[in-house]
């Protein structure tokens, strides 16, 4: 009698998908009931480690838009398309990649002075005035510095991609092509839903209560706008945007992929704790933030897998 080889069983397909929803709907859970002693009890705003993530966490969804404006960039070179076509596709791609590049140095360049005005007066270090109520004023190094930051960061990120996309073929420049369009819904759709939530929730941060915490507020309660925007947490979310990356990496470099998706994951994970600890934010406030970039993120690749290149996602 022959002896047949078992077959392994297949993960049911959305196995981690479940695990993920129950994990954030647990949070969710445990920050309606427990947001209050939670941050009370880990909130400090001296915090280096929430610091250092609060002034230098944002880059990633300028570092995509980067990306995907480059991506386009090469992309547009290899059509056949008419000398003025792609001259403007050239150009608007640099002007885009440029333009990021200017507003993460300048959001960096903004904390960095916030927190260097809070050590010259004796504040907290990470005292920041997140919901833009005031502005410090600027040192006169601000300007140089961010002409010149911004210069060296746009002539590096140009070289990296020219370096990484010159020799794609033309079947990789296509998918990537997918894939730039796509991020650069992604990010935007991720930014638009967390601030029109920011706006319409109108939670004061863990910073903003007064001394005993009398003008707190669930998350599962809807102020309107007010000027406080805690929940969600903007942070986390451009945190987790980070997600995108791996859909950058070539499906052929499996350990690649994997790695870089770790990474997203480790540093969304960082980026929202020090939220919490710096007291910018409740549990739950970074609990949704986080989950808006992971589901959008999630959405865009299960279309780029299985409706644009017929590769199901597993």
């Known amino acids: ?26 949070l969710l859970i445990i920050g309606a009931i427990f947001d209050k002693p939670i941050s009370r009890t880990l909130m400090d705003q ?34 056949e398309s008419n000398a003025i076509g792609k ?44 919901d833009g109520g005031g502005k410090a004023v600027s040192p006169t190094w601000y300007l140089p510095t961010l002409i010149i930051l911004t210069l060296i960061l746009v002539i590096i990120g140009f070289a990296l991609c020219h370096k990484w996309l010159v020799a794609k073929d033309e079947a ?70 980070a997600l995108l990356l791996p859909l950058f990496v070539s499906p052929k470099l499996g350990n690649k992929r994997r790695n870089t998706f770790i990474f997203a994951v480790v540093f969304g994970s960082l980026v929202a704790i020090s939220r919490l600890r710096l007291g910018a934010h409740f549990l739950s406030d970074v609990t949704m933030g986080s989950f808006i970039s992971i589901v959008v993120i999630y959405a865009v690749a299960r279309l780029l897998n299985e409706k644009l290149m017929g590769d199901p996602l597993h």
């Open 87 to 130: 001259f403007s596709v050239m150009f608007l791609t640099s002007v885009a990649a440029i333009y990021e590049t200017w507003q993460a140095v300048k959001t960096a360049l903004f904390y960095t002075i916030a927190s260097l005005n809070n050590i010259k007066h004796k504040a907290p270090i990470g005292a920041a005035n997140n």
């Open 1 to 26: 009698m022959a002896l047949t080889q078992s077959q392994p069983t297949p993960k049911p397909r959305f196995q981690i998908e479940k695990i993920v929803l129950g994990i954030v709907v647990l």
């Open 172 to 241: 990789e420049m296509q998918r990537l092509t997918y894939v730039a369009l796509a991020a650069i819904v992604a990010v935007f759709a991720a930014d638009t839903i967390v601030n029109s939530m920011k706006a319409l929730w109108g939670r004061m941060r863990p910073y903003e209560m007064n001394q005993g915490w009398t003008n707190f507020t669930s998350w599962l309660q809807i102020n309107g706008e007010n000027g406080h925007k805690s929940f969600p947490s903007g942070h986390s979310q451009e945190g987790w945007i």
């Open 46 to 79: 001296n915090s280096i480690f929430g610091t250092v993530f609060q002034n230098y966490s944002l880059i990633f969804p300028s570092i995509i838009i980067f990306m995907a404006a480059q991506v386009l960039f090469y992309r547009i070179q290899k059509l």
